[in-house]
């Protein structure tokens, strides 16, 4: 068993998703089969009850589990799906032991977190690792060292050395090297008092990256190799790159990979990063501008949308085009702002929950058909459609959802049989992958090319089939459905050149290299806008 422990000093947020993810990358390019998991402090039992304002996007795997982005980052990196045991937090270790405890197994004990709770999460990360058949476990800790939740993590992480040996464990500490304007210099001290705070824990990491808003002098990496009681060639630089997608290359242009390999006794195999290598061309290489209007309610952090975001640029790329996304607030369209509307080549309208911005959202629906826009329409994007077309062209003026107007009698929307019901909000949703089958003659057969497919959901309310055959008689299709034809899954407008949704969300398994053909799509219709 071998395991890379990957720990964060000074501020969190500073990319230790992508360092962990790039690594990965650089492992499986050289013939490794990579698992990966996150363990974040935080007492939710996983992120899907948090707005996401607090953490971004929930990022939904192929067997239904919620979990960080960064489990996200680590899938798109590698190209593989990860699952609920990628992704843990001291909520859902916590309500673990606490189940133990309730149900005698710890046989009289008086339980503590040293050693019930950190035997639990070893117990998890060797659960990972076996059941994945890989050869290297990356195991991400969320935060910073000197955050109190971590601190029965980063403890778990030191025992796990002890217990496997050394040679089959490393740590790689990412800190940050922050810029002083005045004095126009860059500052170790933080990152000194970070790994300060690590070996207080006892852990002495084994690499060190910095990063950085700017390159990094020569004389920093090697004042942090003195000052930190590293080696130089153990310290990895990395300021920020153009794209988030350089950073494998630039890894492996600073001999990363082989050192990491040695470290932990592989053998150093030749790297295909070809893939790589000419995703970063067509960034560099695109120029022509398609302009898309991501028309949502959580625009203030562009995390919330984390993955579509990506997903609509990397399929701009792969067309040698650049996917300017112009994210507009929903809400600032229902008071009337429509200039945020115009010279748009395509809109997405995003999943989302709760009644704020939905006018908004049906506004700028409208405004893509009767212009003949291209629309893309994700979860509730492909709601807000059928909410659109039954008011506006079948002339039921009070169409909407039952998520928003429980007591309306003319919902186009309403919640799932199998979700009425529900209490608990976490955990509870239509979650992970389903299987849909597509119509033949439609717009959603040509862009899959395929009948049967299968896709991953995060939703409770579905399209009312009572209004199925009104809608579809008036050009409103359902071209894709659950394989007993019950639930709507893909949803189209005949007389329109490109206006689609799904209930799913096709953005959870798309990838770098390999561009979902939904999004790839949808850009190329947004291009014939361009160039009318």
């Given amino acids: 068993m071998r395991v890379i422990f990957v720990t964060g000093g000074v501020l969190s947020g500073i990319g230790k998703g992508i360092i962990a993810s790039s690594l990965g990358a650089l492992l499986q390019g050289s ?3 990579v698992f990966f998991q996150k363990l974040d402090g935080y007492l939710n039992v996983d992120p899907g009850t948090m707005s996401p304002f607090q953490h971004g996007e929930v990022f939904v795997t192929e067997d239904g589990a919620e979990t960080d982005l960064d489990i996200g980052h680590y899938e798109r990196f590698i190209g593989e799906n990860l699952n609920h045991l990628s992704s843990f937090t001291s909520g859902r270790f916590f ?10 197994d710890y046989l009289g004990k008086t339980v503590q977190f040293i050693p019930h709770l950190t035997n639990l999460v070893k117990e998890k990360i060797r659960e990972g690792y076996e059941t994945s058949g890989a050869d290297v476990s990356i195991i991400e800790i969320g935060g910073t060292v000197w955050d109190m939740e971590n601190e029965y993590l980063i403890e778990s992480a030191r025992q796990m050395r002890r217990e496997i040996g050394r040679e ?20 170790t001290k933080p990152t000194q008092h970070a790994v300060r705070t690590l070996m207080s824990y006892g ?3 084994d690499f060190l990256v910095l990063r950085a808003d700017l390159p990094i002098p020569e004389d920093i990496l090697k004042k942090a190799a003195d000052f930190c009681s590293l080696d130089r060639e153990h310290i990895i630089a990395a300021p920020n ?5 350089e950073v494998p290359l630039d890894l492996e242009h600073q001999g990363v990979r082989e050192r990491l390999l040695s470290r932990l006794g592989f053998e ?4 295909d990063l070809g893939g790589w290598r000419t995703l970063v061309e067509g960034i560099h290489t695109a120029r ?3 302009k898309i209007g991501m028309v949502g309610k959580y625009n203030d952090l562009e995390d919330a949308y984390y993955s579509l975001n990506e997903w609509l640029r990397t399929a701009g790329y792969a067309r040698k085009k650049r996917v300017e996304i112009r994210f507009i607030d929903a809400e600032e369209i229902e008071q009337g702002n429509l200039a945020l509307l115009e010279n748009l080549d395509g809109i997405c309208v995003p999943g989302g929950f709760g009644s704020r911005g939905i006018e908004g959202m049906i506004i700028a629906c409208r405004h893509a058909r009767e212009n003949r826009i291209p629309y893309l329409g994700i979860c509730l994007g492909s709601q807000i459609m059928g909410i659109e077309y039954a008011r506006n062209i079948l002339g039921i003026a009070s169409a909407n959802s039952e998520e928003f107007v429980p007591e309306n009698t003319e919902n186009i929307i309403h919640i799932m049989e199998t979700q009425k019901g529900v209490r608990d909000k976490g955990g509870t949703m239509r979650l992970g992958t389903y299987p849909c089958v597509i119509r033949g003659d439609s717009l959603a057969f040509e862009i899959y090319k395929e009948t049967d497919i299968h896709e991953r959901h995060r939703h409770r309310f579905e399209f009312n089939n009572a209004y199925r055959e009104r809608m579809e008689s008036a050009g409103f299709h359902i071209s894709g459905t659950s394989p007993d034809g019950e639930l709507a899954e893909i949803v189209e407008i005949s007389e329109h050149p490109f206006m689609i949704g799904t209930q799913f969300h096709p953005e959870f398994k798309s990838r770098p290299t390999r561009p979902h053909p939904l999004f790839l799509a949808f850009v190329e219709a947004c291009e014939q806008m361009v160039r009318e």
């Fill in 288 to 290: 022509e501008i398609v």
């Fill in 31 to 33: 013939g490794y089969r």
């Fill in 168 to 187: 089959n464990v490393v740590y790689i500490h990412v800190s940050l090297l922050p810029y002083i304007g005045a004095s126009k210099e860059l500052k």
């Fill in 268 to 271: 150093v195999c030749p790297c």
């Fill in 203 to 205: 852990i002495n990491p």
């Fill in 95 to 104: 309500e673990e032991v606490i189940r133990r405890e309730r149900a005698g």
């Fill in 241 to 245: 790159m153009p794209t988030i997608y």
